[in-house]
């Protein structure tokens, strides 16, 4: 996808690769970050971040992610416009920065051609493991990752995006070198521009500075995602030291990928937790003052809803009660029109400031390339509009709640009822496990 | 804010080489408006700020006398704006697909406002909220609870608690030493009569400013603002002074090093550079800044030596960084990271910066990353929120927007040079050392 334009001083492009989530995740997520050691012309991290500054600040970022069961890796390149601030060694700003982009993605620094420098190699191996570790100093993703494994057990979904210690332990340099290759070959790969840019220039830059214009064989086809119904709410204690307890619902909607109750979907997640307006935010916060934040997130490829927020410990089995009697409300259509009016109005509003930046734009091309949804703005903006009341109950009732998790601090649980924190758990969750 | 004395009509200053045009008045109420329009933007971003934020804890009473705050009334006053007789602002603007939210940083509060359409209408609600507000006993008393649960979920974020606890030992008497959202036993304190007082004061309009950035018309937000009769302010009849008695302290950090142990994964160094205050000079303190920027990538930057060196040991790695805040009456640099060796790297740190005091830095580095900078404040602009909040930053020194590019543009060599010297001395460092508390399996 290439949107010439000249509304913005920056011109952005990101290169994805789509790949299953399987075990290889870590051998393909270290890619990125290897590509940033720099290619066989600049081959140094230093020498590349310095060809990089010559150039007005251009920036080469990487990313690894995760939508539904597609593991994503992201190459962004941001360069200022050509018409601001003349390049000190003249030519085009865009056009070199591209060249040392797709040099570190296509032609990575090797001392021979078969495999990285095996001291870069080990650095980012053991960079990789740091970055999973990390993962314990926010203990809101820590939760939701804990909850994911749990809930999604035997599905690829439960896989991390980067890949588990023992994976990245086990990587070696060779067979990950070759598997770049592999990857080169037959990986599908999107690229999308937004920018000051001569869509025509560019195509015959990358055709010509990289292998992309020589792929002679179909590129693989993606797994398609596994989706299952809901297990009634088992709950999951999760002991790690911290001082506000943390808990994340976790919901499965039995709609199927590429439902067209799928729009009413989100705004059904945004009527729930989406922000200062919703039922969860107004109960939770407002009226009970259990949390300061709560909100919900919505994995649409998968079809996961997750309610997150960070409790008291006393306020736990208070906050996962309202959880469980909001979405009923939700279920059974016990909402204002004016909520339903504000979740769809402030969804439609966040989707429209996406046209006023580029890396917004960006992100909704990269939604959209990976889940086959719209490019378009205003498309997705009529889809919400077209939501009806009805229509938001149906794609609620499609929402099975599976797992429960309360990440909290042993040392310092302390019961503030008169129930075991577990009990208090199962009064307010069971319940519906029964009525099934 | 400068001296609000008279107001000012509305005029326009053409930035040519950012490509965008300011426009600027002072409205009766000595209210502040500056306005960059952005056609063919599908909305409307704006921050009504007010120059009062958390290091201001004592007000100056029209007789004289002197009235202390508690930590976090700032913040507290923010949460109370919100909301009014059971009705909330955000709520409201949400069913005319508004989004509002609010922040309190060390010397500003801010009401951020977007809006797709009904720009004029929607900052009349918002201004009504901050600006005529009510606190009811059990509004502040269910805020105050909400505040606590804000305090929790803070107190589990290792960064902001590292960087707080460190601030402790950078500063002896300084407001910056507090924590932003008080604590339980300073929110005690805080009355329905304390707010009502501390609002006529913090929300005078002469304090207030209005940053817009977006599809919308100068002349006609003028004409609106011009049009609202504002409230009297509760027997305020001059433009309140700022008292900051404790805010002037020694150069030298009460106390070098501090250990603390965090639910983190990895070591954690942070170093903070205590810094003389900013210069009251707009333009002055814009080429400090810059020095600052360029020192800081010349130093620790990716291209640099030091930090390839520290990199390929494996002593730090992408959590690594280094920043320059400087605010009304304090400024300080930090830097640091997660790092298997908290020590080695610190005193690597310290010895690079006695090298760069000693022999200078590369003219060569220097143009380069001069290119880099350059760049990434123009690019800078793209984001509406960046330029909204460049023109209130620029306007609490009296700058204008414009003035970092330029002082980049006249930035030289020596200028960096003097400021390693002065600056990221030894003396003037504090560290604070962040253990694991329990490593555990992911």
Redesign the interface.
């Known amino acids: 996808m290439v949107k010439p334009t000249r509304?913005?001083?920056?011109t952005s492009l990101r290169l994805l690769v789509r790949r299953d989530l399987d075990e290889g995740t870590a051998r393909a997520a270290i890619l990125p970050f290897l590509s940033r050691r720099g290619s066989n012309r600049l081959p140094?991290?230093?020498a590349l971040?310095?060809g990089?500054?010559?150039?007005?600040?251009?920036?080469i970022g990487v990313d690894v992610a995760k939508i539904g069961e597609t593991q994503l890796l992201v190459y962004r390149l941001?360069v200022?416009a050509d018409r601001?601030?003349a390049a000190?060694n003249g030519g085009s700003r865009l056009e070199r920065s591209l060249d040392l982009f797709l040099g570190v993605i296509f032609d990575p620094a090797s001392p021979d051609g078969s495999c990285y420098p095996s001291?870069t190699f080990r650095?980012e191996r053991?960079?990789l493991r740091?970055?999973?570790?990390?993962?314990?100093?926010d203990?809101t993703s820590?939760a939701t990752?804990r909850l994911l494994q749990v809930m999604c057990k035997d599905e690829p979904y439960a896989r991390?995006e980067l890949g588990t210690?023992e994976e990245i332990d086990a990587l070696d340099n060779e067979e990950t070198f070759a598997f770049r290759r592999a990857i080169v070959e037959r990986a599908p790969i999107d690229v999308l521009v937004v920018g000051d840019v001569d869509p025509e220039r560019l195509f015959a830059q990358i055709r010509d500075g990289s292998p992309l214009g020589k792929r002679d064989q179909a590129t693989d086809s993606l797994r398609p995602v596994e989706r299952r119904g809901g297990r009634g709410g088992k709950v999951v204690i999760e002991p790690?030291?911290?001082?506000?307890p943390r808990i994340v619902l976790g919901y499965r909607s039995t709609l199927p990928f590429g439902d067209p109750l799928l729009p009413a979907l989100r705004v059904a997640s945004s009527l729930l937790g989406g922000?200062?307006?919703s039922l969860l935010f107004?109960e939770v916060?407002?009226r009970l003052?259990?949390?300061?934040?709560i909100s919900t997130g919505l994995e649409s490829v998968k079809g996961l809803l997750l309610v997150r927020a960070?409790?008291?410990c006393h306020g736990v089995p208070g906050a996962l009660g309202a959880v469980k009697e909001q979405v009923d409300r939700l279920k059974e259509g016990r909402f204002e029109e004016?909520s339903l009016?504000?979740a769809r109005?402030?969804l439609?509003?966040?989707l429209?400031?996406a046209?006023?930046?580029?890396s917004r734009m960006l992100d909704i091309a990269t939604d959209a390339a990976v889940t086959g949804g719209s490019f378009s703005v205003e498309a997705r903006i009529a889809e919400l509009e077209a939501v009806s009341r009805e229509d938001v109950i149906s794609a609620a009732r499609s929402l099975d709640l599976d797992t429960v998790l309360v990440l909290r601090d042993d040392r310092r649980a302390r019961p503030a009822t008169r129930q075991t924190l577990p009990e208090a758990l199962a009064a307010n969750l069971l319940p519906e496990e029964k009525r099934r | 804010m400068k001296t609000p004395a008279l107001s000012s009509p509305l005029r326009s200053v053409r930035h040519g080489k950012l490509e965008e045009t300011c426009y600027q008045a002072r409205l009766a109420s000595g209210m502040t408006l500056r306005i960059v329009p952005r056609k063919g933007h599908s909305r409307t971003f704006a921050i009504l700020a007010t120059d009062f934020g958390s290091i201001d804890r004592e007000l100056v009473l029209e007789g004289g006398d002197r009235l202390t705050l508690p930590a976090g009334t700032a913040h507290f006053l923010e949460h109370c704006l919100f909301a009014r007789d059971g009705e909330d602002v955000c709520e409201l603007l949400a069913e005319r697909g508004a989004t509002a939210n609010a922040a309190t940083g060390f010397t500003t509060t801010s009401f951020i406002l977007s809006c797709p359409e009904g720009f004029l209408e929607n900052l009349d609600l918002l201004l009504d909220f901050v600006q005529e507000p009510r606190f009811a006993e059990d509004t502040v008393r269910k805020e105050r609870e909400i505040i606590l649960q804000e305090i929790g979920t803070y107190s589990d974020n290792a960064d902001w608690c590292q960087f707080l606890d460190l601030l402790r030992i950078v500063y002896r008497t300084h407001p910056v030493r507090d924590n932003i959202a008080g604590t339980r036993e300073s929110l005690a304190d805080i009355t329905p009569t304390l707010l009502a007082t501390t609002h006529s004061h913090a929300y005078h309009p002469a304090r207030l400013g209005l940053f817009v950035v977006g599809n919308v018309d100068p002349e006609a937000v003028v004409q609106a603002l011009a049009g609202r009769s504002d409230p009297p302010l509760l027997g305020l009849s001059t433009i309140p002074v700022r008292g900051q008695s404790s805010h002037n302290e020694e150069i030298i950090p009460s106390r070098s090093e501090m250990e603390t142990f965090l639910a983190v994964a990895h070591p954690r160094l942070l170093m903070a550079f205590k810094d003389s205050p900013p210069s009251s000079c707009a333009r002055e303190q814009a080429r400090r800044e810059a020095a600052t920027t360029l020192l800081l990538d010349l130093a620790f930057g990716k291209s640099s030596d030091l930090h390839t060196r520290l990199y390929d040991m494996g002593l730090i790695d992408d959590s690594f960084a280094a920043t320059h805040n400087a605010d009304r009456s304090f400024a300080f640099t930090v830097i640091g990271g997660d790092t298997k060796d908290p020590v080695a790297t610190r005193d690597a740190l310290l010895d690079a910066l006695e090298t760069i005091a000693q022999e200078g830095l590369s003219r060569k580095d220097f143009l380069r990353l001069k290119d880099k900078t350059l760049g990434s404040t123009l690019l800078a602009f793209d984001s509406v929120e960046a330029t909204a909040y460049t023109l209130l930053h620029q306007h609490l020194r009296g700058g204008e927007l414009e003035d970092t590019l330029v002082a980049l543009e006249e930035l030289e060599l020596a200028d960096v040079e003097a400021r390693a010297r002065e600056h990221l001395v030894r003396e003037r460092c504090a560290t604070s050392i962040g253990w694991p508390l329990a490593r555990r399996r992911v």
């Open positions: 509304r913005f001083k920056t140094s991290q230093q971040s310095r990089l500054e010559e150039l007005g600040g251009a920036s941001d200022l601001f601030l000190r001291d650095l053991r960079n740091r970055r999973v570790e990390s993962l314990f100093d203990k820590l990752h991390l210690l790690v030291p911290s001082n506000q922000g200062a307006h107004r916060r407002e003052c259990l949390a300061y934040s960070a409790v008291d004016t009016d504000k109005r402030i439609v509003s966040r429209g400031a046209r006023d930046s580029s």
